[in-house]
């Protein structure tokens, strides 16, 4: 990890140390008048109906920090610093302002949670947007990577017959998948009936990021076909007569698809694991398609052949 690259995870994690720090200083300091167990999950109308002893509140908010520190420690780019600093300013005031409301309550079944606390919070997570936003100027920009030049080719006799398939994986997405896990947890804590949000977590997050944490990106005679490594399906196949031209590029996830996983924008899709070596399909619709992989340039140059020798058939 190279100077800039460092900067750039720490000051993903600032503010999350911030937010940890001020939290845990809130709790020593009022623990002997807050009440066992805490309101910490409240109605519509901001009655207390879920509760959590003191002990355990404590241990569980300080998990879901750190996990977010993780997380955004592990997916750090610059062009989104300021949102790691908005969700750490976000959290860390909900869980102040859920220590503030308990606090001398006798009886933590009649603390009442206003909504004006989301409006507080939000607007902390603005002031921190913008102090992540400001910060993002510390960290260099990195230089723009050009397109290897088109016309790769891998010869091939005219009888021989050739595949190539690498699996790929991504740390980030499978920590985002723990971190479902890890965010499914605290709600079974914190949430007296969580069952659908649990679904929802599961399927939404746990499930694709499980799917995406490991791919095997294949081209042989069908064309190019991209799936999960654990399973066949689903998978995403582009047939050898779709193939206009393969390429190898390096891609910046967040700055040219906005993040990880299966990523679609104007014209382009893409599964994207990581930053780096990118196989890019131009299709003869007008499309494109990237998948970040190893190897790329020999991916590339065989589909090209194949599609080439395709088209001559």
């Known amino acids: 990890m190279n100077h800039a690259t460092y900067r750039l995870h720490a000051l993903a994690a600032i503010p999350f140390d911030l937010a940890l720090a001020t939290h ?15 309101a910490t999950h409240f109605g519509g109308g901001g009655g207390a109906d879920g509760f959590t002893g003191r002990v355990t ?4 908010s300080t998990a ?40 001398d309550a006798v009886d933590a079944g009649r603390v009442n949670s206003p909504l004006a606390n989301l409006t507080v919070a939000a607007g902390v997570a603005g002031v921190f947007a913008l102090v992540g936003w400001a910060v993002t100027r510390l960290v260099p920009k990195g230089d723009a990577t050009a397109p290897v030049p088109s016309g790769l080719r891998l010869p091939l006799g005219a009888s021989e017959v050739a595949g190539w398939t ?42 694709p990021g499980l799917a995406l944490a490991r791919i ?3 081209v042989d005679r069908r064309g190019l076909t991209v799936r999960p490594a654990i399973v066949s399906w689903p998978r995403l196949r582009i047939p050898l007569d779709e193939v206009a031209d393969a390429d190898v590029r390096d891609v910046d996830a967040v700055a040219d698809y906005g993040g990880w996983g299966y990523r679609v924008r104007a014209h ?17 619709g007008g ?12 991916a590339a140059a065989l589909l090209n052949t194949l599609a080439e020798r395709h088209g001559k058939v």
Do not use: K
């Open 24 to 38: 845990l200083v809130v709790f020593a300091l009022w623990y002997d008048r807050l009440p066992d167990p805490l």
């Open 57 to 60: 509140y404590c241990i569980v």
């Open 64 to 103: 879901l920090l750190l996990g977010l520190r993780e997380g955004w420690w592990r997916l750090a780019r610059r062009p989104a610093l300021w949102g790691a600093w908005a969700t750490a300013g976000f959290t860390g005031a909900l869980l102040v302002l859920l220590v503030r409301d308990n606090l």
């Open 166 to 207: 690498r699996a790929t994986g991504s740390w980030p997405l499978a920590g985002l998948a723990v971190l479902a896990l890890a965010a499914t947890l605290v709600v079974l804590v914190l949430v007296p009936s969580p069952w659908g949000l649990l679904a929802f977590v599961s399927v939404a997050v746990f499930v």
């Open 216 to 218: 095997r990106v294949s």
């Open 268 to 284: 382009r899709t893409g599964v994207v694991l990581r930053s780096g070596e990118a196989l890019v399909v131009r299709q003869t």
């Open 287 to 298: 499309r494109e398609f990237a998948v970040t992989v190893p190897d790329a340039r020999t």
